[in-house]
C-alpha cells in the first residue's frame, strides 16, 4: 500500500510539474501580434496584387460578404488580377485572453493603379483573426465600408482581454452568443437600431457604415443611427474564442424582405461584458448592391 501510495505521488507530482513547465512555456496573448499581421497582410497585397495578397492571408474556411456570407479564398480565387493599389493600416486590435481570436480594424485606401498619387477611394476594414492548427493566424472574416478620407492616425491601441470565467465551456457561451444576437435581432425589429445598440453595445463600440464617419462611442452610435429604423435580422453563425471572452456573428438584416432595397449583411464582434453575458464591441453592415 506505501509502495503505491508513493508512486501515486510520485505521478502526481511529475503532472504538476509538467503542466507547470508547460504554462510558463506558453506565451502570452500578444495583440501586437495582430498588428504584425494586419501590416504584413498590407505589404503582400502591395507586392503582389489585391487577388494573391489576399489568398496568402485567408483562412480556409473564412468568408467575406459578396454580397452575402461566401468561402473568401473561393471568392478571390475567382476574381481577375487587376493593377490596382489598396492600402491600409490599423488603429486598433484585440486579442481574447486564450490568444486564438482577435480582430483589427482601421482605414483604407484604393487607387486604380500605383501611379496614382491622390486615392480615389477610401473607408475603413474590419478583420477578424483566429490562430490555426499550425500556429500561424489568418483572416477568417474580413470586410470594410467606404466613407470620406481622414487624416493619419497615430499608433494602433493594442488590448487584451483580462482573464474571466469561462461561463459554462465553450457550447454554453456559444449559446448565449447566439442568444444575445438573437435578443439585439429581435429588440432592431420591435424598436429599431438605436435601441439595440443603446441596450447591448459597450461604451466604446465601434460602428462602421457606408457614407458615415467612423462612429465610436455608443450615445453617438445611436444618435447617428435613429434614421435607420426597424429590421428583421437573421444570425447565420457563430464563433467564440475557447476563454469565452470574445465572438463574432454574422447574419442578413432585411427591411421587409431579403429582394428589398434595405436589405443587407451585418458582422457582429461581441466582448464579455461586466454585467451581462456579451456586449458589441463592433457592427459592421454592407448593403446589398441593387440594380436601379
Do not use: C
Not at 502526481?12 to 501590416?39: F, R, T, W, Y
Not at 471568392?75 to 493593377?83: D, S
Not at 498619387?117 to 477578424?128: L, N, R, Y
Not at 477568417?140 to 482573464?163: C, I, K, Q, T
Amino acid at each position: 500500500m506505501k509502495s503505491f501510495a508513493s508512486s501515486f505521488l510520485a505521478w502526481l507530482l511529475l503532472v504538476l510539474v509538467a503542466s507547470l513547465a508547460l504554462a510558463q512555456g506558453a506565451p502570452a496573448p500578444d495583440a501586437q501580434k495582430l498588428i504584425d499581421n494586419e501590416h504584413a497582410f498590407a505589404t503582400d497585397v502591395a507586392a503582389h496584387g489585391v487577388r494573391e495578397g489576399f489568398l496568402r492571408w485567408l483562412a480556409p474556411t473564412g468568408i467575406v460578404f459578396g454580397p452575402g456570407p461566401v468561402n473568401a479564398i473561393k471568392f478571390y480565387k475567382a476574381r481577375k488580377p487587376l493593377p490596382t493599389r489598396l492600402a491600409w493600416y490599423p488603429v486598433k486590435a484585440v486579442m481574447s485572453a486564450s490568444g486564438d481570436m482577435g480582430w483589427t480594424t482601421g482605414p483604407w485606401d484604393w487607387r486604380s493603379d500605383s501611379t496614382k498619387t491622390k486615392a480615389e477611394a477610401s473607408g475603413d476594414f474590419v478583420t477578424v483573426w483566429r490562430r490555426q492548427g499550425d500556429g500561424s493566424w489568418k483572416a477568417a472574416f474580413d470586410g470594410g465600408v467606404g466613407r470620406a478620407a481622414m487624416p493619419v492616425e497615430g499608433p494602433a491601441a493594442l488590448s487584451v482581454l483580462p482573464p474571466g470565467p469561462r461561463g459554462g465551456g465553450p457550447l454554453a457561451r456559444r449559446h448565449t452568443l447566439y442568444q444575445t444576437d438573437t435578443d439585439y435581432a429581435t429588440l432592431m425589429g420591435q424598436q429599431g437600431v438605436s435601441a439595440a445598440i443603446a441596450r447591448y453595445a459597450a461604451e466604446d463600440v465601434i460602428v462602421l457604415r457606408d457614407d458615415m464617419p467612423r462612429l465610436t462611442n455608443a450615445t453617438v452610435a445611436r444618435d447617428s443611427l435613429a434614421r435607420e429604423g426597424t429590421f428583421m435580422a437573421m444570425s447565420m453563425g457563430q464563433y467564440i474564442a475557447d476563454a469565452g471572452d470574445l465572438g463574432y456573428t454574422f447574419g442578413s438584416r432585411v427591411r421587409s424582405n431579403a429582394a428589398g432595397p434595405d436589405s443587407s449583411y451585418y458582422l457582429h464582434i461581441w466582448q464579455r461584458g461586466r454585467t451581462r453575458p456579451w456586449e458589441l464591441v463592433l457592427e459592421y453592415v454592407q448593403p446589398v448592391p441593387h440594380k436601379k
